[in-house]
Protein backbone atom coordinates (compact mmCIF):
# COMPACT_ATOMS: atom_id res chain seq x y z
CA UNK A 1 0.00 0.00 0.00
CA UNK A 2 1.34 3.06 -1.25
CA UNK A 3 1.16 6.56 1.07
CA UNK A 4 0.37 9.95 -0.26
CA UNK A 5 2.57 11.11 -3.08
CA UNK A 6 3.69 14.75 -3.90
CA UNK A 7 4.85 16.20 -7.42
CA UNK A 8 7.45 17.83 -7.73
CA UNK A 9 9.25 17.56 -4.67
CA UNK A 10 11.01 21.31 -4.37
CA UNK A 11 9.92 23.79 -7.17
CA UNK A 12 12.06 27.44 -7.79
CA UNK A 13 10.06 29.83 -9.57
CA UNK A 14 10.11 33.33 -9.88
CA UNK A 15 8.28 36.47 -8.41
CA UNK A 16 5.25 36.77 -10.35
CA UNK A 17 4.95 33.06 -12.15
CA UNK A 18 2.24 30.30 -11.56
CA UNK A 19 2.99 26.70 -10.18
CA UNK A 20 1.09 23.85 -10.17
CA UNK A 21 1.30 21.23 -7.46
CA UNK A 22 0.03 17.49 -7.39
CA UNK A 23 -0.99 15.34 -4.76
CA UNK A 24 -1.99 11.85 -5.39
CA UNK A 25 -3.83 10.19 -1.91
CA UNK A 26 -3.53 6.79 -0.72
CA UNK A 27 -5.92 4.66 -2.79
CA UNK A 28 -9.43 5.03 -2.32
CA UNK A 29 -8.89 7.76 0.67
CA UNK A 30 -12.44 10.07 -0.36
CA UNK A 31 -10.74 12.68 1.69
CA UNK A 32 -7.80 15.18 0.72
CA UNK A 33 -6.33 17.83 2.61
CA UNK A 34 -4.14 20.84 1.69
CA UNK A 35 -1.38 22.76 4.68
CA UNK A 36 1.26 25.36 4.05
CA UNK A 37 4.25 25.08 6.69
CA UNK A 38 6.70 27.32 7.57
CA UNK A 39 10.18 27.15 8.74
CA UNK A 40 9.74 26.76 12.51
CA UNK A 41 5.95 26.32 12.39
CA UNK A 42 3.37 23.75 12.43
CA UNK A 43 1.07 22.92 8.90
CA UNK A 44 -1.43 25.28 8.69
CA UNK A 45 -4.73 24.07 6.96
CA UNK A 46 -5.43 25.30 3.58
CA UNK A 47 -8.34 23.09 2.01
CA UNK A 48 -10.08 19.61 1.77
CA UNK A 49 -12.15 17.98 -0.53
CA UNK A 50 -14.54 14.94 0.33
CA UNK A 51 -14.43 13.35 -3.13
CA UNK A 52 -14.70 15.89 -5.88
CA UNK A 53 -16.35 18.63 -3.31
CA UNK A 54 -14.29 21.60 -2.04
CA UNK A 55 -16.14 21.66 1.37
CA UNK A 56 -13.65 24.31 3.18
CA UNK A 57 -11.28 27.46 2.38
CA UNK A 58 -9.14 28.32 5.23
CA UNK A 59 -8.94 32.85 4.80
CA UNK A 60 -5.24 31.81 4.12
CA UNK A 61 -6.14 30.71 1.27
CA UNK A 62 -6.23 34.11 -1.05
CA UNK A 63 -7.64 34.21 -4.43
CA UNK A 64 -3.66 33.91 -6.33
CA UNK A 65 -4.19 30.04 -4.91
CA UNK A 66 -7.19 27.33 -6.32
CA UNK A 67 -7.50 24.07 -5.84
CA UNK A 68 -9.30 21.07 -7.70
CA UNK A 69 -9.62 17.43 -7.48
CA UNK A 70 -11.89 17.01 -10.76
CA UNK A 71 -12.63 13.23 -10.15
CA UNK A 72 -12.22 12.54 -6.84
CA UNK A 73 -8.64 11.21 -6.99
CA UNK A 74 -5.63 12.79 -7.04
CA UNK A 75 -5.72 16.83 -6.77
CA UNK A 76 -3.92 20.24 -7.93
CA UNK A 77 -3.13 23.42 -6.08
CA UNK A 78 -2.08 26.35 -7.83
CA UNK A 79 -0.27 29.60 -7.27
CA UNK A 80 -1.01 32.42 -9.31
CA UNK A 81 1.68 35.17 -9.42
CA UNK A 82 3.67 33.94 -6.65
CA UNK A 83 4.88 36.23 -4.53
CA UNK A 84 8.28 35.81 -1.47
CA UNK A 85 5.27 35.12 1.22
CA UNK A 86 4.45 31.99 -0.62
CA UNK A 87 7.67 30.02 0.12
CA UNK A 88 6.51 27.54 2.58
CA UNK A 89 6.09 23.39 2.43
CA UNK A 90 3.12 22.59 1.10
CA UNK A 91 1.78 19.05 2.25
CA UNK A 92 -1.21 17.32 1.12
CA UNK A 93 -2.95 14.75 3.72
CA UNK A 94 -5.51 12.23 3.01
CA UNK A 95 -8.58 10.00 4.75
CA UNK A 96 -10.79 7.28 4.72
CA UNK A 97 -14.04 6.27 5.56
CA UNK A 98 -17.11 7.90 6.02
CA UNK A 99 -17.62 8.76 9.26
CA UNK A 100 -15.93 11.57 11.26
CA UNK A 101 -13.73 9.66 13.45
CA UNK A 102 -10.61 9.43 10.54
CA UNK A 103 -6.90 9.79 10.69
CA UNK A 104 -5.22 11.92 8.32
CA UNK A 105 -1.76 10.66 6.66
CA UNK A 106 0.53 13.02 5.29
CA UNK A 107 2.81 12.73 2.21
CA UNK A 108 6.53 14.39 1.73
CA UNK A 109 5.33 17.44 0.59
CA UNK A 110 6.39 20.42 -1.87
CA UNK A 111 9.21 22.61 -1.04
CA UNK A 112 8.78 25.95 -2.86
CA UNK A 113 10.67 28.63 -2.99
CA UNK A 114 9.81 32.06 -4.91
CA UNK A 115 12.90 34.53 -6.03
CA UNK B 1 -11.17 29.44 15.59
CA UNK B 2 -9.00 26.71 17.42
CA UNK B 3 -5.52 27.62 19.11
CA UNK B 4 -3.78 25.73 20.26
CA UNK B 5 -0.20 25.98 22.13
CA UNK B 6 2.53 23.87 22.53
CA UNK B 7 5.40 24.19 25.42
CA UNK B 8 8.12 23.56 25.49
CA UNK B 9 9.84 24.56 21.86
CA UNK B 10 13.13 22.38 22.39
CA UNK B 11 13.50 19.77 24.80
CA UNK B 12 16.58 17.43 25.72
CA UNK B 13 16.92 14.45 27.10
CA UNK B 14 19.06 11.69 28.17
CA UNK B 15 18.84 8.57 26.09
CA UNK B 16 16.80 6.06 28.01
CA UNK B 17 14.66 9.29 29.95
CA UNK B 18 11.17 10.22 29.47
CA UNK B 19 9.92 13.12 27.54
CA UNK B 20 7.10 15.16 28.06
CA UNK B 21 5.84 17.66 25.59
CA UNK B 22 2.39 19.55 26.46
CA UNK B 23 0.02 20.92 24.46
CA UNK B 24 -3.42 23.45 25.29
CA UNK B 25 -6.33 24.25 22.74
CA UNK B 26 -9.00 27.21 23.08
CA UNK B 27 -12.25 25.69 21.34
CA UNK B 28 -14.08 23.32 23.92
CA UNK B 29 -15.72 21.70 20.51
CA UNK B 30 -12.76 20.44 19.53
CA UNK B 31 -13.05 16.43 19.90
CA UNK B 32 -9.79 14.58 18.49
CA UNK B 33 -5.97 15.26 19.32
CA UNK B 34 -3.53 13.44 17.15
CA UNK B 35 0.84 13.60 17.87
CA UNK B 36 2.72 13.55 14.70
CA UNK B 37 6.18 13.33 14.48
CA UNK B 38 8.77 15.51 11.69
CA UNK B 39 12.17 14.55 10.47
CA UNK B 40 13.83 16.45 8.24
CA UNK B 41 13.10 17.11 4.71
CA UNK B 42 9.71 14.44 5.11
CA UNK B 43 6.26 14.94 5.57
CA UNK B 44 4.22 14.62 9.18
CA UNK B 45 3.85 11.00 10.37
CA UNK B 46 0.81 10.07 12.99
CA UNK B 47 2.23 8.40 15.94
CA UNK B 48 -0.81 8.88 18.18
CA UNK B 49 -4.32 9.86 19.13
CA UNK B 50 -6.56 9.88 21.29
CA UNK B 51 -10.41 11.30 21.00
CA UNK B 52 -12.52 13.18 23.86
CA UNK B 53 -14.34 10.21 25.41
CA UNK B 54 -10.92 8.32 26.95
CA UNK B 55 -8.65 9.86 29.02
CA UNK B 56 -5.31 8.40 28.26
CA UNK B 57 -3.83 6.43 25.18
CA UNK B 58 -1.05 4.11 25.41
CA UNK B 59 0.78 2.22 22.04
CA UNK B 60 4.31 0.83 23.19
CA UNK B 61 6.36 3.43 24.82
CA UNK B 62 4.23 6.26 23.88
CA UNK B 63 1.07 7.35 25.55
CA UNK B 64 -1.35 10.47 25.39
CA UNK B 65 -3.08 11.96 28.10
CA UNK B 66 -6.60 14.12 27.60
CA UNK B 67 -7.66 16.55 30.22
CA UNK B 68 -10.71 18.41 28.70
CA UNK B 69 -12.01 20.13 31.75
CA UNK B 70 -8.69 22.05 31.68
CA UNK B 71 -7.95 21.72 27.94
CA UNK B 72 -4.75 20.65 27.72
CA UNK B 73 -3.24 17.20 26.49
CA UNK B 74 0.25 15.49 26.91
CA UNK B 75 2.96 12.98 25.02
CA UNK B 76 4.48 11.04 26.60
CA UNK B 77 7.87 9.36 25.33
CA UNK B 78 9.16 6.53 28.06
CA UNK B 79 12.85 4.89 27.09
CA UNK B 80 13.86 7.30 24.55
CA UNK B 81 16.20 6.74 21.77
CA UNK B 82 18.19 8.23 19.55
CA UNK B 83 15.65 7.77 16.35
CA UNK B 84 13.01 9.51 18.86
CA UNK B 85 15.16 12.87 17.93
CA UNK B 86 12.63 14.55 15.74
CA UNK B 87 10.14 17.52 15.78
CA UNK B 88 6.73 16.25 17.74
CA UNK B 89 3.78 18.32 16.43
CA UNK B 90 0.13 18.50 18.35
CA UNK B 91 -2.79 19.09 16.72
CA UNK B 92 -6.72 19.54 17.73
CA UNK B 93 -9.97 19.56 15.31
CA UNK B 94 -13.61 19.60 16.23
CA UNK B 95 -14.67 17.41 13.58
CA UNK B 96 -12.85 14.27 14.97
CA UNK B 97 -10.29 14.38 12.14
CA UNK B 98 -12.36 15.26 9.23
CA UNK B 99 -12.17 18.78 8.78
CA UNK B 100 -8.80 20.68 9.10
CA UNK B 101 -6.55 19.88 12.17
CA UNK B 102 -5.10 23.04 13.81
CA UNK B 103 -1.66 22.66 15.04
CA UNK B 104 0.35 23.92 17.98
CA UNK B 105 4.08 25.09 17.01
CA UNK B 106 6.20 21.73 17.35
CA UNK B 107 8.41 20.48 19.84
CA UNK B 108 12.15 19.75 18.82
CA UNK B 109 13.24 16.84 20.84
CA UNK B 110 17.11 15.74 21.10
CA UNK B 111 17.80 12.55 22.78
CA UNK B 112 21.16 13.34 23.77
CA UNK B 113 23.50 9.47 23.62
Known amino acids: DTGVSQDPRHKITKRGQNVTFRCDPI?????LYWYRQTLGQGPEFLTYFQNEAQLEKSRLLSDRFSAERPKGSFSTLEIQRTEQGDSAMYLCASSSGQGLEVEQFFGPGTRLTVL | GENVEQHPSTLSVQEGDSAVIKCTYSDSASNYFPWYKQELGKGPQLIIDIRSNVGEKKDQRIAVTLNKTAKHFSLHITETQPEDSAVYFC????????????FGKGTHLIIQP
Open chain 1, 27 to 31: SEHNR
Open chain 2, 91 to 102: AASPGGGADGLT
